[in-house]
């Protein structure tokens, strides 16, 4: 078995923007949790890289918020199947990030962009600070931007 130390770093975080039919609007960013390495297919292992993403910045119009003032405060977990309901993507620009992998001979960078695809409200349901619960699914890319030989 072939144990390979690998590292990695984020280089660049480029958040994106998300507006919503329903004209809520939010930052979108993207983030690095851990590189895994799989076995090894052509003389250097693979790897998976293991990404979240969070909303920052979140606004919404007077009337979304006049809206939901009477709905329950969510203190619970994430509800699986319940009444959530789509709300059509208006416009979006991805969220990228570029990260280092560093490993064996190799130093690869590699681009991951998300982008937003599908978004919903959770129905009768809002945050402490009344806000709607919005969740937000994106589509990964991946892009070599730089392979380097790092010794012989």
Do not use: H
């Amino acid at each position: 078995m072939i144990v390979m130390n690998m590292k990695f770093r984020t280089l660049v975080i480029k958040p994106g923007y998300v507006v919503l039919a329903n004209g809520c609007e939010t930052e979108v960013s993207i983030f690095v949790l851990d590189v895994v390495m799989s076995p090894p297919i052509g003389g250097y292992p693979d790897f998976n890289i293991v990404l979240n993403g969070f909303l920052s910045k979140f606004q919404c119009p007077q009337n979304i918020i006049n809206e939901i003032s009477t709905w329950r405060v969510f203190t619970g977990n994430i509800i699986e199947a319940g009444p959530w309901d789509l709300i059509p993507i208006k416009s979006a620009d991805a969220a990228e990030l570029i990260v280092e992998i560093s490993m064996a001979d190799l130093k690869l960078q590699v681009k991951v962009t998300a982008t937003p695809y599908l978004a919903t409200i959770l129905r009768g349901y809002k945050t402490l600070d009344n806000q709607p619960i919005i969740y937000i699914k994106w589509l990964y890319s991946y892009q070599l931007v730089n392979l380097e030989k790092i010794r012989a």
